[in-house]
């Protein structure tokens, strides 16, 4: 199930191979771009929303990592998934851990794993931008109770650590409800599960 | 690790010049040595160098530390033909002394124990004399100690009442006194004893030496061999993962139209387009053959050559077992493995190994109609024998279990490790044979 309005890039110096898998992922319901050139990701990124970015290791001149923990500084909700014609072990692992790499593909690439990872990649993208966006609505303070609710504080504790009323604590809990339209204390915490990933993946 | 050192000694006496041959010079050391300090005649260090029983000290007289000499030298000599009388003899005088004494080791005997025991027996006195001797061999550049071996003969005798008639009776070797020896008193007959104990012993050590030394040279042969074909290898796969990386480009793109092209055609009608579908299906069938193919090379290609080691064939097979288990579950199959006797070892780089045999366990599992496959080593000589047995039918169509880049990469490795990989049909059955050295004895 894809996101309608999350972009995917495919980033690949072969522009026929970027091409064709843009094609695949449009056939599957997706909207896809290709790019050769990392600076012209970059700048397209500013212009317009991207849930997840297939790229290749080897760009040219440029390290496909060193690309990636660019494109993570500008926008830390962007699922990665990495290609390669030089899978090794090291690397593999290398892309999942340290770069937050979703899955590492080898050539020629396996169509049904693509699809899935991007798949995946887009529904924690969207998980993790709405996270972030519901979370921006609230005050400071309400962001302050809101942290100590989804720890597990009762309403008392709260307001001891804050040194405010449980009355006042009661109208935040009230507000942050309204305001992530939230049904309950799980839903909160997966709230703050959805964001916190987006930071840290 | 004395082998090691041996091993090393050898490769050092490799730039000797061409006529040389490549086993080294011995110079067998005259004399005994051992007894500069022992009860009979107390050193002036303090510390025995010997254990001597002090009835016997009249009977390790000159003569027989002489004899005993001897009997050594001319065990070395029948053992050994690079004998020298004086060290570095064989060199050309314009040799360096440094490189001239490199190609000469040093055999000398050490006597720790000379003993007797006595058992009263209703027929007599049991004479029990043990003869402990160590054969040592130096470097006599390094003064390095490469090998040392020690045993303990006993010599046995037996002394009926007063008369002095001894049988002498040398455990294991069954020689008897000559009958004149009837007429000796009995410290020349214990003398006599003696000797003969150690010449016997002399010559074991001698031979255990040059057995040694055989089994060194063998070891140095094939891990020669071996290291060289890893070599090819390493340079195979170099070169094979440069080409696979070049072609796996331009493959992707590829790989992922024809499928395109096969979706997009398959339900076309054919009396308007004809057989455009099917040439669309070969197609894809062909590409993703190809893409296959190209990642299986890969894996061959890709890994850091491990260095040779002993492997356990039980192990081995143990191994590709795990490896191939998913496949045997999905398929269906089944995998009957005799149990391998455990002392089978092979010298092999573990992981090359195991990936030829998975390669022939995948090829028999696809093939076999019943899905059993038989799996069965033993040993064979000095070698291990590996069989792999499946029911096969003969494919329609070319590339059956016969054919195949995993078979070639097996062969690759198999005779990389200094074996042979055999393909036999016999009737309905595809049988694999994979014969490798043992590892034993090193």
């Excluded at chain 2, 002489?66 to 060199?91: C, I, N, W, Y």
């Excluded at chain 2, 062969?411 to 049988?431: D, K, P, S, W, Y």
Aim: charged share 20%; aromatic share 4%.
């Amino acid at each position: 199930m894809s996101e309608p309005d999350l972009l995917v890039a495919i980033l690949d110096d072969d522009a026929d191979l970027a091409t064709a898998v843009a094609r695949l992922l449009v056939r599957h319901g997706h909207r896809a771009q290709p790019f050769t050139a990392p600076q012209d990701l970059l700048c397209a990124m500013e212009a317009g929303e991207w849930g997840c970015v297939v790229s290749d290791i080897q760009l040219g001149e440029t390290d496909g990592f060193a690309f990636a923990e660019a494109l993570r500084r500008r926008d830390a909700h962007v699922a990665l998934v990495f290609i390669t014609a030089w899978p090794t072990t090291a690397h593999a692992v290398d892309a999942v851990r340290r770069h937050g790499g979703l899955d590492y593909l080898e050539k020629p690439i396996d169509e049904a794993r693509l699809l899935a990872a991007v798949a995946e990649g887009l529904a924690w993208s969207a998980q993790g931008r709405r996270g972030a966006q519901v979370l921006a609505m609230l005050t400071r303070r309400e962001r302050e109770v809101f942290n100590l609710l989804v720890e597990g504080h009762s309403n008392k504790e709260i307001a001891d650590r804050l040194g405010i009323s449980a009355r006042t604590v009661e109208d935040h809990r009230a507000a942050i409800v309204a305001k992530t339209r939230t049904n309950g204390l799980a839903q909160l915490v997966a709230l703050a599960r959805a964001e916190a990933s987006g930071r840290h993946p | 690790m004395r082998r090691a050192a041996l091993i090393a000694a050898l490769g050092l006496l490799a730039p000797l010049p061409a006529a040389a041959q490549s086993a080294p010079w011995i110079w067998p050391a005259r004399g005994v040595f051992g007894l500069e300090s022992t009860i009979c005649a107390p050193g002036a260090g303090g510390e025995p160098t010997a254990s001597v029983a002090p009835a016997l000290c009249p009977a390790l007289t000159v003569q027989w530390q002489a004899g005993l000499s001897d009997a050594f030298v001319a065990a070395m000599g029948r053992h050994f033909k690079q004998v020298e009388t004086t060290p570095g003899e064989h060199a050309p005088p314009a040799m360096g002394v440094a490189q001239r004494l490199r190609g000469t080791l040093v055999a000398s005997l050490r006597v720790s124990r000379v003993d007797l025991a006595t058992v009263q027996r209703p027929t007599g006195v049991e004479v029990f004399l043990p003869v402990t001797l160590t054969l040592d061999i130096t470097g006599l550049a390094s003064g390095e100690v490469m090998f040392t071996r020690t045993r303990t003969q006993i010599a046995q005798g037996l002394r009926y009442g007063r008369v002095a008639a001894w049988f002498a009776i040398l455990a294991e070797m069954a020689l008897f006194l000559p009958p004149s020896a009837l007429m000796l008193t009995d410290a020349q007959r214990l003398e006599l004893h003696l000797g003969l104990a150690a010449a016997v012993l002399v010559t074991w050590l001698a031979g255990s030496f040059a057995d040694a030394q055989a089994a060194a040279r063998r070891a140095l042969d094939r891990r020669n061999r071996l290291l060289f074909q890893a070599e090819r290898l390493k340079t195979l796969r170099a070169m094979s993962v440069a080409v696979i990386h070049e072609i796996s480009q331009p493959l992707s793109t590829l790989a992922i139209e024809a499928n395109h092209l096969r979706a997009a055609t398959a339900s076309l009608p054919a009396e308007i387009c004809g057989d455009i579908p099917q040439s669309a299906a070969l197609v894809d069938r062909k590409a993703r053959t190809l893409a296959d193919l190209v990642r299986r090379l890969r894996r061959f290609g890709g890994r850091e050559v491990d260095t040779p080691s002993a492997l356990p064939v039980d192990m081995l097979i143990d191994m590709a077992q795990r490896v191939v288990l998913p496949e045997l579950r999905r398929v269906g199959a089944r995998l009957e493995v005799v149990v391998v006797p455990p002392d089978l070892v092979v010298q092999a780089q573990e992981i090359e190994l195991t990936q030829a045999l998975v390669n022939l366990l995948r090829n028999a599992i696809s093939a076999a109609p019943d899905g059993l496959v038989r799996l069965k080593a033993a040993q064979a000589g000095d070698e291990v024998r590996i069989t792999l047995r499946n029911a096969f039918v003969p494919e329609k169509q070319g590339g059956g279990q016969g054919m195949g880049v995993g078979l070639i990469i097996a062969r690759t490795i198999v005779e990389a490790h200094g074996g042979t990989l055999m393909q036999e049909e016999n009737g309905q059955e595809m049988v694999f044979t994979l014969r490798l050295p043992l590892a034993g004895g090193l």
